[in-house]
Nanobody, 116 residues
């Protein structure tokens, strides 16, 4: 199976920026979509952004215009550039990698806190 390790989280002030990374290792054949989700305690996991194997992207309305998802296939890594951060962006962020056989693999999550 694939191992996904997120990095780049932490504490940032409102209006600031963070860049999350998720590096994949292990069995990484036939990867298709790579995505980011986030979750606040007591709420269901929320979709944030996705990027296809061909580079097509899509964003949740709540982050559109502020976040950018990208990927480096040579490094088996997906990124999430987060700008103009708001307190409501505070959450645990999870990366997900999908494969052609229908299986999905998730990272363990990384905390992003936006606060003064």
């Amino acid at each position: 199976q694939v191992q996904l390790v997120e990095s780049g989280g932490g504490l940032v002030q409102p209006g600031g920026s963070l860049r999350l990374s998720c590096a994949a290792s292990g069995s990484i054949f036939r990867v298709t979509d790579m995505a980011w989700f986030r979750q606040v305690p007591g709420k269901e996991r929320e979709y944030v952004a996705v990027i296809s194997s061909g580079g097509s992207t899509n964003y949740a309305d709540s982050v559109k215009g502020r976040f950018t998802i990208s990927r480096d296939n040579a490094k088996n890594t997906v990124y999430l550039q987060m700008n103009s951060l708001k307190p409501e962006d505070t959450a645990v962020y999870y990366c997900k990698t999908s494969f052609a056989n229908g299986r999905d693999y998730w990272g363990k999550g990384i905390l992003v806190t936006v606060s003064s």
